[in-house]
């Protein structure tokens, strides 16, 4: 029963990254004015505007696939009484 969730799980996380990557890129344009994040080959960016950005972005992508996942965990227990986990 376990294993029928992995493709939910999947979608979850494909989900997870694009509404995080989208939350991510509102937040920039807020913060710093610009439309994009510094990248690692961008050679106008230090590593002052490169690690802080990469890290913003990290966090917000894990904590929204976080809760996707587990929400959708949450909703395969409901359906099937049987925790996807452990």
Do not use: C
């Amino acid at each position: 029963m376990k294993a029928l969730y992995t493709p939910f799980g999947i979608a979850f996380g494909v989900m997870g990254g694009l509404i995080g990557g989208q939350i991510f890129k509102q937040l920039w344009k807020l913060v710093s004015d610009e439309e994009d994040a510094p990248g690692a080959r961008q050679s106008e960016y230090g590593w002052k505007e490169i690690l802080p950005a990469a890290a913003i972005q990290g966090a917000i992508f894990a904590v929204v696939k976080a809760t996707l996942d587990r929400k959708g965990a949450q909703g395969f227990e409901k359906l099937t009484g049987v925790w996807p986990g452990d």
